[in-house]
C-alpha cells in the first residue's frame, strides 16, 4: 500500500479537492472531495485507489496492490472560493526491499557460494571473504514488475581453507549495506575418482560372491551323486567327471543307468 500527500500552507475556502495523474497528452481525473457530494472515484480506479484523508486542507490518497503503472506524479487541486484552483505535485515512486538468498556447492577442489538479490531500485552485491584464490562473476535479470535480480557467484579454489569460516554477501541497497553471511560446514564432497573406486569395488563383490555360491552348489551336487553311487553307473561325461575349473561340453548320447 502507497499513498501520496498535498496540504495547504494557506488556509482557504476550499469547495473541492482533485487528484489527477499526470500524463504525456493531458491530465486523467482520478478521484475528487468535497462536503456536498464526498469521495467520488472515477470508475477507471475503483478498486486500486482511494482519498484515504478526508480533508479540504489536507489530502491524501492511497493505493491497493500498486504495480509498476503506477509509479509517477500526481496532481492535487484545490478548488478555492475567490482564489481559484490552487495545486501542487505528488511524485509516487516504487521501491522494494531486497529479498536475499545464499547457498553454497561444495566440490573436491571447488566452492562456489551463489548470492542472489531481488529488489527495486536493483541493489548491488559485494562479498566480505578471507583468503586469496578467489574471483566473482555477476548476473543481472530484469523482470516485467520493475524489480531486478542481482546474482554473484562466490569462486574459491582451494575450499578446504574456509571449512568451518564464514562467508559473507553484502547487499547494498538505498544507500544501505546488509550483510547475509554463510558458514561452510565439513561434509562429504563429491569426488569422481572415489565414486568410480566405491562402483567398481561393490562389482568386484558381487562377481565373487556369485562364484563362491556356484562353486559351493556344484561342490553340493557332485557329493550328492557320489552318496547315491550314481557316479559310477554313468556312460556319459557327467557332472561327476569334471574337474574344478574345466568346462566340458557333454555328449548327446543318452547315459544308460542299470
Known sequence: MQGTRCFLEIPQEVLIVTWQKIKASSPDNMVTFSKEHGVVVQQAYKD?????????????????????????????????????????????????????????????????????????????????????????STEIITHPNGTTSVISVLHIKDPKNQMGKEVICQVLHLGTVTNFGQT???????????LLSIVSLVILLILISILLYWKRHRTQDRARLH?????????????????????????HETATIR
Open 227 to 251: 552318496s547315491e553311487g550314481r557316479c559310477d553307473e554313468l556312460e556319459a561325461i557327467s557332472l561327476c567327471s569334471i574337474p574344478d575349473g574345466i568346462i566340458a561340453v557333454t555328449s
Open 184 to 194: 561452510v560446514n565439513k561434509g562429504f564432497w563429491f569426488s569422481v575418482p572415489l
Open 48 to 136: 486500486k485507489m482511494n482519498i484515504t484523508e478526508l480533508g479540504l486542507q489536507n489530502t491524501t490518497i492511497t493505493f491497493w496492490n500498486t504495480t509498476l503503472d503506477d509509479e509517477g506524479c500526481y496532481k492535487c487541486l484545490f478548488n478555492t472560493f475567490g482564489s481559484g484552483k490552487i495545486s501542487g505535485i505528488a511524485c509516487l515512486t516504487l521501491f522494494v526491499q531486497p529479498t536475499v538468498f545464499v547457498h553454497y556447492k561444495l566440490s573436491e577442489d571447488h566452492l562456489n557460494v551463489t548470492c542472489s538479490a531481488n529488489a527495486r531500485p536493483a541493489p548491488a552485491i559485494s562479498w566480505k571473504v578471507a583468503g586469496s584464490g578467489m574471483d566473482n
